[in-house]
């Protein structure tokens, strides 16, 4: 679930930074949103899934030019059954 809500934060983020200057760029002008390229279903124990164990964690993600995550901070997570 975690890695799930990281993909779909990096995919709906709309700023990248700039490898040669940290400049912040904007999506338009050349600069596209960037897509998920792997991605991993979460694994769950057989506790979690027979109790129904959910979850939602929320991410800011900077991706660089390379496409690559940088300066990932969890904002926030919970878990309910």
């Known amino acids: 679930m ?5 993909l ?3 995919l709906m983020s ?5 490898q040669d200057n940290d400049a912040v760029l904007h999506v338009g002008n050349g ?10 279903d979460p694994a ?7 109790e129904k164990i959910q979850g939602t ?11 690559k995550p940088r300066n990932i901070v ?5 878990c309910v059954a």
Do not use: M
């Open 2 to 6: 975690i890695a799930a809500a990281a």
């Open 8 to 10: 779909l934060l990096a």
């Open 14 to 18: 709309n700023i990248a930074f700039s």
């Open 31 to 40: 600069v596209t949103q960037p897509r998920v390229l792997h991605k991993v």
């Open 44 to 50: 769950f124990s057989k506790e979690a899934e027979r």
């Open 57 to 67: 964690a929320v991410y800011s993600i900077v991706v660089d030019k390379s496409g």
């Open 74 to 78: 969890c904002f926030r997570q919970s």
